[in-house]
């Protein structure tokens, strides 16, 4: 490109002129509105202003129009009159001619038109800042197309904005290494950028990349998201021809209905981001995603269930795996307030050197980030109480980042450009229905089904799942030491899972306005909206939560075992006491014969000890924080510690719940819904076990699993009973 634009320095010129006479108008009433005082002091001057800058965005040509577009959907930067106005470069960008359109096709497909097409739109149905969209019927099928053509002078038009802007980084990085210790490569990052504008004009990559999108996102969705056929025998470097859509804009949804598909597409969003093969859509602004209006006309077999639609593959890039890793503990971290962490993932990511001074950058980091995570509301989360934008936590930030964007060597990895400029779109358009919307806060269900998932294939996430999990020291438990489980958090991250995140006040410390609050996940408090016990059986046993079976089997096997040592001893104490005489009242007590023990005192108690060895103090602490953690999930108002002090209180706790479950009109409603779900999950879990070949393939599944967790743990109970009683295989004594 250089060497191109370096002999052609005419055109070059010619190029800046016409920017200087396209943005002098607007630069000249910015300065005109300021002197008089109006400057965005009212709708009518804003609109006024915006007006002039898209026309002069729309003149410029595409790379101006990307810009535009970015901005249109942000309500937390620019006012809603200038929102309104630039949004029309979404979709009404001026066209060019229609007998322009088809020389391109005919030049491209090496045919007259006619003989491809029986039906072609005499105008076009969109225009964008590349090319534009006419709708078509395919003579051969009579299937209903959009057949997407670009701009005539479109390379030429991007190439030379790209080489002025090449030539202005080149300046510009000279002089962030001269004043500062920033490491960031922003010749890389215009690179990455170019690469991706040079790719997003070669049509036949975005039908490369729109298949690739077609085989994962519609499965992985089950057909919620689509993405429309490419008919590759049609298309070529300029010309693109896919399935026509029916469908109007995302934005131009209703507020709890943009609200519901905003989580479809976040959806949809963080599968790109964080699954394989990391392929990543960086170009989703609201022209691009699209609500569907006749799901049953589509040709996918799961299009039936289609509700939002993705279209424009031209602006993709590749999220490598051991980010995408990172990207999913950095989630965890910021929600959990992890702040040392956040700086560890931000090292790993290549931000920020490994020789970074923490002390110095963690808090920086923390000020920066906090009120975005959780107060929400985009850019809005650092206006003051009364949303002023300079207000004093905001210039401390400010004075923060200038120092130590001058001490501390930071960079920004090529590919981020485009992530952050996507994340950026996708959040803009989430504000639209939800102006208090947090990006990361409304992630952290899709990470804990991820960590649920995929705990045991990955060692990150094994490491993110246990600093949730697990206490950080290392207790006695079962015989050998090992980190003990929290098992209010495992129920915690099961709701979790599921979408029910409890949240606690964040406080000004953690970024939340004065006014306003801010929350962040707590990890030891279940939700208002618990999930019902069947739905957590169901998630244990289904495939979502494969990585952490494994995990909770040896919890559960501790657990039983703790439970039967104990109540193995409570109930011969209880034993040796029944076969004694009653004791007399009063003083004649001591009266009392006491039968002889058929069974000598040191003989019984050894074999006791090596049937069931007596609980070390760590592990009495933790079969007590589970049957805490039962009572509540089942909401009995029995008192712990009485029931695990006697087996006979024990056993009158269990008759007591057989009778609750079975006293039917006597309990309350709530009461009965509770015994009704109890009852129908252990009803299904017993036929599982009895009947696995019943019910629909995921039922089937789910019983296989449980039948081999119980065989599993049968066995393991019986083989470690065996080794205390005879000692390890082997072994003669």
């Not at 618990?530 to 096997?557: K, W």
Request: net charge negative; with cysteine; charged share 25%.
């Amino acid at each position: 490109m250089q060497k191109y634009w370096k002999s052609r320095p005419a055109e070059l010129n010619q190029r800046w002129l016409t920017f200087l006479s396209v943005s002098t108008p607007f630069v000249t009433k910015c300065v005109r509105e300021f002197a008089a005082g109006r400057l965005l002091s009212n709708d009518d001057s804003i609109r006024a202003l915006a007006k002039l800058a898209r026309q002069g965005m729309e003149e410029l040509g595409p790379s101006y129009v990307k810009l535009g577009q970015m901005m249109s959907i942000r309500p937390d930067i620019i006012p809603q009159a200038a929102q309104e106005e630039l949004q029309l470069l979404q979709d009404g960008v001026k066209p060019f001619p229609t007998d322009d359109a088809r020389r391109i096709i005919e030049e491209e497909m090496c045919c007259p038109i006619d003989s491809v097409f029986s039906e072609f739109s005499a105008e076009p149905v969109a225009a964008a800042s590349l090319a534009q969209v006419f709708r078509a019927r395919l003579r051969h099928s009579g299937k209903s197309v959009a057949v997407k053509v670009q701009r005539p002078d479109a390379l030429s038009t991007v190439s030379k904005d790209l080489y002025v802007l090449q030539r202005a980084v080149g300046v510009y990085q000279g002089v962030i290494e001269r004043w500062t210790r920033q490491r960031t490569d922003y010749v890389a990052l215009l690179d990455t950028f170019a690469e991706g504008f040079y790719t997003e004009l070669d049509f036949l990559n975005e039908a490369k990349n729109q298949e690739i999108f077609r085989d994962n996102i519609v499965e992985r969705t089950k057909g919620a998201v689509y993405v429309p056929q490419v008919y590759m025998e049609h298309c070529s470097r300029r010309v693109l021809v896919t399935e026509w859509i029916d469908g109007s804009k995302l934005t131009e949804a209703s507020g709890q209905e943009l609200r519901d598909l905003t989580a479809i597409g976040q959806q949809c969003f963080l599968e790109q981001l964080l699954e394989k093969p990391g392929l990543f859509h960086c170009d989703p602004h609201a022209g691009n995603i699209l609500k569907v209006a006749c799901p049953q006309d589509l040709e996918h077999p799961l299009g039936k269930n289609a509700q939002i639609c993705l279209i424009d593959y031209g602006l993709v890039t590749t999220i490598p795996e051991d980010d995408r890793v990172t990207i999913v503990r950095g989630i965890v971290h910021m929600a959990n307030r992890d702040w040392d962490a956040v700086t560890q993932d931000f090292i790993e990511l290549g931000f920020l050197p490994i020789d970074v001074d923490r002390s110095r950058i963690t808090p920086v980091l923390k000020r920066v980030l906090a009120p975005y995570i959780f107060q929400g509301g985009g850019a809005k989360a650092f206006l003051g109480p009364e949303g002023e934008l300079m207000s004093p936590s905001f210039q401390a930030l400010a004075r923060d980042l200038g120092a130590v964007s001058v001490e501390i060597p930071f960079s920004i990895p090529p590919y981020f450009a485009l992530l952050a400029r996507s994340i950026a779109v996708l959040e803009g358009i989430a504000l639209v229905g939800d102006p208090d919307y947090r990006i990361v806060m409304s992630s952290y269900p899709y990470v804990a089904r991820r960590l649920l998932r995929d705990s045991s294939d990955s060692e990150s996430f094994r490491t993110a799942l246990n600093e949730i999990l697990y206490a950080s020291s290392a207790d006695s438990i079962g015989g050998a030491k090992k980190k003990r489980l929290n098992p209010r958090r495992l129920l915690v991250l099961l709701n979790n899972a599921l979408g029910k995140v409890a949240e606690s006040k964040a406080s000004e410390e953690d970024g939340a306005r004065a006014t306003g609050g801010g929350a962040f996940v707590d990890l030891d408090a279940l939700p208002q909206d618990e999930a019902p016990l069947s739905d957590l059986v169901d998630l244990i046993l289904s495939d979502s939560a494969r990585g952490i079976r494994s995990a909770l089997l040896d919890e559960v096997f501790v657990a039983t075992d703790l439970a039967l040592r104990q109540l193995t001893r409570q109930s011969s104490a209880w034993i040796s006491q029944s076969l004694q005489p009653p004791r007399l009242p009063g003083p004649l007590g001591m009266l009392t014969p006491r039968l002889p023990k058929l069974i000598p005192d040191r003989v019984s108690g050894a074999a006791l000890d090596r049937i069931a060895p007596a609980l070390e103090p760590e592990e009495q602490v933790y079969l007590n924080d589970l049957v805490l953690l039962s009572f509540d999930l089942l909401e009995l108002d029995e008192d712990p510690d009485k029931v695990l002090s006697s087996p006979v209180k024990s056993l009158d706790m269990l008759r007591k719940l057989a009778a609750r479950l079975s006293a039917g009109g006597r309990m309350s409603e709530t009461d009965q819904a509770q015994q009704k779900e109890l009852v129908s999950t252990m009803s299904q879990l017993g036929m599982q076990l009895v009947s696995p070949a019943r019910g629909s393939q995921e039922e089937q599944a789910r019983a296989r699993t449980l039948r081999d967790m119980t065989q599993n743990l049968t066995s393991r109970l019986v083989e470690l009973q065996r080794e205390r009683v005879f000692g390890p295989r082997g072994n003669n004594t």
